[in-house]
């Protein structure tokens, strides 16, 4: 008699060996001026993506002037050229082009995606972005004010709270990883038009300038249009700030932000990290996958699966130039949130105690082998990889030795780069909660325990 279900399969299908992957090929140039190209070709669509980057990140800002960096490239798409902010959007929907402008730590960066047909009109108003940007003061003290709002709506938020006062806790005041990349109410509130304009000038240059093409376009071609578009721009490569970055606060901590009837406590764990250029960069990549960095990790099958404290629970670090933080960051019910840092750090303890097994290395290295191919399918995916190569100094076969080098991690590598990068010593513990619910019992596991408000915590940045 038919049951109506497929007959099971006698055994598991296994798995095929990995098939090889070649990162597309790509060359570099530099024209007379400094100004540096990296083109992939890439011809299977007529679509190009160009990323330029520029050493003008959030760590080149003055030190009275955090969030200017991020205020610039913003405003880079509000005015250049002889066409304002509107004009501009126009211009690239009539040519079906996308663009947008950002900065982070390390660089800004304007990046466009066109057809092939439109890239030396669409390159061209990327040339004014770059080179002739108006700044208008209207537009100025609309995005400022915007930031400003959106700092004020972030301190209700409590998962953003809880990220922002982690840096404080982690970095000296002194150092710019201590405030939000975009700058704090105190920061934002003083940037003026001047400051913009100065930032600019000091930091837009063509030596400080990189411009990746990554798709329908030849470097013959890339290179003829950055010569018409960019060969007659001036100026060398800025200095390197001097100004502190990274520099940690010592020894450990653990601070309550009072968020008084809080349902559940944000949390954040973690210290000073280690910057993108470690030796030992690969080691730590699956170290920090085992331990928190997939859903199958230890702290997440811990916290979620066998205790069914959160719904997710993750760590990480944050690859820079400098040394970004390692954080594990969850949220939890109020009434667990001892329990959850009491397991979370078991956990830490136990990666730095002993080795991993075969069996969780082999799913950690699996898993960021099998997915790392499919990244890299779109033009600016491609781009943005290449803008890391540069931005990190990567070395040319990074991304073609990528899978290999993850393969070859052993679990003796994994148990020293946790010895060496996790420090349970110089944990700094944050959580946005109701004190009232996890100050006493936090202090039974962590010993003392700060409890401030957000206004408290923001003054003492």
């Known amino acids: 008699m038919s049951t109506g279900q497929p007959p099971m399969p006698a055994e598991r299908p296994q798995p095929t060996a990995p098939r090889s992957y070649h990162f597309p090929r790509f060359e570099r140039a530099t024209l007379h001026n400094g100004l540096r190209l990296v083109v992939a070709p890439v011809s299977k669509l007529p679509l190009v993506t160009v990323l330029a980057i520029v050493d003008a990140g959030a760590v080149a800002e003055p030190a009275d002037k955090q969030g200017v960096a991020v205020l610039t490239a913003q405003l880079l ?29 390390d660089v800004a960066a304007v990046s466009l995606t066109a057809l092939t047909a439109q890239l030396p009109e669409a390159l061209a108003l990327v040339r004014d972005l770059l080179r002739t940007p108006t700044f208008p003061e209207r537009e100025v003290s609309r995005l400022r004010e915007e930031r400003l709002a959106e700092l004020l709506q972030q301190r209700a938020e409590p998962g953003t709270l809880a990220d922002e006062q982690f840096s404080c806790a982690v970095y000296a005041p002194t150092a710019r990883y201590a405030a939000p990349v975009s700058g704090d109410v105190a920061s934002v509130r003083g940037l003026q038009r001047d400051d913009v304009l100065a930032f600019y000038q000091e930091r837009f240059h063509p030596g400080a300038t ?10 013959t071609q890339a290179r003829a249009l950055a010569d018409s578009l960019f060969g007659d721009w001036t100026g060398a490569r800025p200095p390197a700030s001097a100004a502190p970055v990274d520099t940690a606060q010592p020894g450990a901590l653990t601070r309550i932000i009072a968020k008084v009837d809080a349902p559940q406590s944000e949390l954040r764990l973690g210290h000073l990290g280690i ?26 099958l811990n916290l979620r699966e066998a205790h069914g404290y959160t719904y997710g629970a993750f760590s990480s670090f944050d690859w820079r130039r400098g040394r970004g933080p ?61 803008a890391n190569l540069v931005i990190h100094e990567l070395p040319g076969d990074y991304y073609d030795r990528y899978r290999e080098r993850v393969r070859a991690v052993t679990t003796a590598g994994v148990l020293r780069a946790a010895q060496a ?29 700060e409890v401030v408000t957000p206004d408290v915590a923001e003054a003492a940045r």
């Not at 798409?77 to 040519?95: N, S, T």
């Not at 990189?210 to 470097?219: C, E, L, Q, R």
């Not at 910057?275 to 997440?300: C, E, Q, T, W």
Request: glycine share 6%; hydrophobic share 50%; proline share 4%.
């Open 421 to 449: 990068h996790l420090h349970p010593d110089a944990l700094r513990i944050v959580i946005v909660g109701d004190p009232a619910t996890i100050a006493e019992p936090l202090r039974a596991v962590v010993g003392a325990v």
């Open 210 to 219: 990189t411009i990746v093409f990554a798709g329908d376009v030849t470097m």
């Open 77 to 105: 798409l509000e005015g250049a050229g002889q066409l304002d902010g509107a004009a501009l959007a126009d211009r690239f929907e009539r040519i079906g082009a996308s663009v947008d402008s950002s900065a982070d730590w």
């Open 275 to 300: 910057p993108r250029s470690a030796p030992d960069y690969f080691d730590a990549v699956v170290m920090n996958a085992v331990l928190g960095g997939l859903f199958s990790s230890r702290i997440n």
């Open 326 to 386: 390692f954080t594990v960051s969850t949220a939890v019910k109020s009434d667990v949130t001892a329990e959850a840092v009491k397991e979370i750090l078991l956990e830490i303890d136990r990666m730095r105690r002993e080795e991993i097994d075969e069996t969780e290395l082999t799913l950690a290295t699996s898993y960021l082998d099998g997915v790392f191919p499919i990244r890299y399918e779109t033009t600016s995916a491609i781009a943005a990889a290449l």
